[in-house]
């Protein structure tokens, strides 16, 4: 690699880390990035997520008090994330990308809808009984959410911040700000589990992966800040018009 394309990637990474952190959606800015510099797509793909994955570290480290206040449930969604992620790991380099590219801008806007109505639908799980009783109660659908947007996020990723938040809103009884650090860490444990099954079976490039991980890294770390700067409401409609900016890019692409 050339030192422009060093300062490429690493920029790429860098942003894509900082909008994992506020909302989700950065890899709609990285994985265009590996594609520019010449690498195959699922290269591409592959690599991306391996050099993502320490941006959401990044974010944790971030969101520590927090997440603190949130280790039970963490502990109860791990299990989920990692076999949801290793089934995803799986898929991806067994099936080719394109069919289900064509499908993502479409799971990313019906995120956006979950998000915009987000409050009507928790008063609604909660009067189902969906919803969490309080915080020490994990209900039995976030776990198969969190199962099927982990296999979904090892696949491709992009949009898994924005998914997980509008889940975590409407089953969760919490402030924004502490679904985010949960989404997070939920991302970083997904990433995890994709990124050993890559390492072992899938064509990653090395060199671009370890540039862009300190650019992510330092992102992720930042964009906490960004994220706590917004509050409640202004971070959600971020997410919502970030997340509407990603389905239109994908649908033009």
């Avoid at 300062?7 to 942003?15: K, R």
């Avoid at 928790?122 to 198969?144: I, K, M, S, T, Y």
């Avoid at 889940?167 to 650090?181: K, M, R, T, W, Y």
């Amino acid at each position: 690699m050339d030192m422009l394309e060093v300062a490429g990637l690493a920029a790429a990474a860098f942003a894509a880390g900082a909008i994992n952190a506020v909302a989700g959606g950065g890899s709609l800015i990285s994985f265009p990035a590996l594609l520019a510099a010449g690498y195959p797509s699922k290269a591409a793909n592959v690599t991306n997520s391996v050099a993502l994955w320490p941006g959401y570290a990044g974010g944790s480290l971030g969101y520590r008090d927090e997440l603190g206040r949130q280790r039970r449930r963490v502990a109860l969604l791990t299990l989920p994330s990692i076999l949801g992620a290793l089934a995803g790991s799986a898929i991806l380099l067994s099936t080719p990308e394109s069919a289900f590219d064509r499908i993502v801008p479409f799971l990313i806007l019906f995120a956006c809808g979950l998000m915009a109505f987000q409050d009507g639908l928790g008063r609604f799980a909660a009067r189902h009984q969906l919803r969490a009783r309080d915080e020490a109660h994990v209900p039995l659908f976030l776990h198969g959410g969190i199962f099927l947007l982990a296999i979904y996020g090892a696949y491709f990723g992009a949009g898994l911040g924005i998914l997980t938040l509008a889940v975590l809103g409407i089953l969760l009884p919490d402030e924004i700000q502490h679904s985010n650090a949960l989404k997070g860490m939920l991302s970083l444990l997904i990433n995890a589990a994709a990124v050993v099954y890559f390492a072992f079976f899938g064509p990653v490039e090395w060199a671009a992966a370890g540039v862009m991980a300190v650019g992510a890294l330092a992102g992720g770390y930042l964009g906490v800040g960004v994220a706590r700067r917004l509050g409640r409401r202004w971070l959600r409609v971020s997410v919502i018009a970030y997340g509407l900016v990603v389905a239109a890019v994908l649908l033009v692409r």
